[in-house]
C-alpha cells in the first residue's frame, strides 16, 4: 500500500491507495504546518490524519511500501528532521519522502505532465514544471513577507479597510458589521485587541475569510475590489511562473487550488480575465486529482522506479532512498 499526506496550515488530508492508485481510505486531521500551529499540534495532526486512514483501509501499518508527505513550509522547516523522524518510526520498512505542499498539488493537478498550479488557501504561491524537468516557484514566503492573494491576506485587508472607514479615511463597507458580529463587538475598531496578540496566528486569521468573501457576493464594493486585486496577485504570480519555463498559457494547463481559491467564483473569475490580457483563449484548467492523491502518485513513482517528475538531481536520491527502505524491510 502506498500513503500520500497533504498537510497545511487548515487541514491534513491522508489517502491511502494500493499499487494500482486505487484508493482504500481516507481521513482529514487538523493543520499540520509547525511554523504556524507549533510542532506539538502539527505532530499530532500528522497522526490523526494517518491512524485514521489506515483505520479507514482496514490495513496495518506494515502493509506500507511507501510514504510521501507533502508539507507546507517544509523546505525552510528546522523541524523536517522530526516530521521524518516521527514517520519513519510509523513506517520503519517504507520509503520515505518529505515534499512541499506545493509539489504534491502540482502533481495531482497534472498527473506529472509540464503545467503551473496556483494555490491560495491559508497562504498562496505559484510553481511549475516544464518538459526538461525544470522547476520554478514564485511566492509562497510566509505571511510576514508574502502570501499576496490567501485567505489571510484578504482578511487582515479587509480588517485595515475597515479601521480606514471608521477613521474616515476611506469609504464605508459592509465588512465593519460583519467582522462586529463574527467579533461579538460593538465597533471595528475593538477588532485591533481581539486579534492583535499572540494568540492570532495567520491560521485563525484565515479563518473569518469567509466575511469578506459573504461582502463580496452582497455587492460591497470594498470587499470586491480585494477580490480584484488578489486575482492580479496570482495572475502575475502564474504568468512569471509560466514565462520563466517557456510554457504557454493556452496550451499548457493552469490550475488553482486551496481553499480560497475553491470557494471563490469571484477570484477565478477575475483570475481568469486577468491572464485573458496575456493569453486570449485562456481558461483555469481544473485539477486532474486533489493534493494528497498528487503525494501518493509521487510515492507510486519512486517504489516503482519512476520518479513522477523526473528531476536529474533527484534520480540518485530517489535510488538511494529505496535501497534504505528494502534494508529496512530485510531488517524487519
Not at 489517502?15 to 482529514?28: E, W
Not at 512541499?100 to 503551473?116: C, E, K, N, Q, W
Not at 496550451?251 to 486551496?258: A, K
Request: hydrophobic share 40%; proline share 5%; aromatic share 4%.
Amino acid at each position: 500500500m502506498i500513503i500520500g499526506i497533504d498537510g497545511g496550515g487548515t487541514k491534513t488530508t491522508c489517502l491511502v491507495t494500493d499499487l494500482c492508485g486505487s484508493v482504500r481510505g481516507r481521513a482529514v486531521a487538523g493543520p499540520s504546518n509547525s511554523l504556524k500551529v507549533g510542532l506539538e499540534a502539527a505532530v499530532d495532526s500528522l497522526e490523526s490524519a494517518v491512524a485514521g486512514a489506515l483505520q479507514s483501509a482496514s490495513i496495518p501499518p506494515g502493509r506500507v511500501k511507501a510514504v510521501c508527505a507533502g508539507l507546507s513550509g517544509v523546505t525552510r522547516n528546522p523541524d523536517r528532521g522530526l516530521f521524518e523522524q516521527h514517520l519513519q518510526q510509523r513506517f520503519p520498512a517504507a520509503l520515505l519522502m518529505l515534499k512541499s505542499d506545493a509539489l504534491a498539488t502540482l502533481a495531482g493537478a497534472t498527473a506529472g505532465r509540464p503545467g503551473v498550479i496556483v494555490i491560495s488557501g491559508t497562504g498562496s504561491l505559484a510553481l511549475g514544471i516544464n518538459r526538461r524537468g525544470e522547476r520554478a516557484r514564485c511566492g509562497g514566503w510566509g505571511h510576514l513577507f508574502g502570501d499576496e492573494a490567501s485567505g489571510y491576506d484578504l482578511v487582515r485587508k479587509a480588517l485595515s479597510a475597515s479601521l480606514r472607514a471608521l477613521d474616515g479615511r476611506g469609504p464605508a463597507t459592509a465588512l465593519s458589521d460583519l467582522f462586529c458580529r463574527r467579533l461579538k463587538i460593538e465597533n471595528i475598531g475593538l477588532a485591533v485587541a481581539k486579534l492583535d496578540g499572540r494568540n492570532t496566528s495567520a491560521s485563525r486569521l484565515a479563518s473569518y475569510f469567509p466575511l469578506v468573501l459573504s461582502a463580496a457576493r452582497q455587492g460591497d464594493s470594498v470587499a470586491q475590489k480585494l477580490f480584484q486585486t488578489a486575482a492580479c496577485q496570482l495572475a502575475d504570480m502564474a504568468r512569471t511562473v509560466a514565462h520563466r519555463l517557456d510554457l504557454d498559457g493556452t496550451r499548457d494547463p493552469i490550475c488553482g487550488s486551496g481553499g480560497v481559491w475553491k470557494a471563490s467564483e469571484i477570484l477565478r473569475q477575475k483570475f481568469r480575465d486577468a491572464l485573458r490580457q496575456h493569453y486570449p483563449d485562456f481558461s483555469p484548467s481544473k485539477p486532474l486529482h486533489s493534493p494528497e492523491y498528487g503525494a501518493a502518485l509521487i510515492a507510486l513513482g519512486a517504489v516503482k522506479g519512476v520518479p513522477l517528475f523526473r528531476m536529474p538531481e533527484e534520480e540518485a536520491d530517489f535510488a538511494q532512498r529505496r535501497k534504505d527502505a528494502k534494508t529496512r524491510r530485510e531488517g524487519c
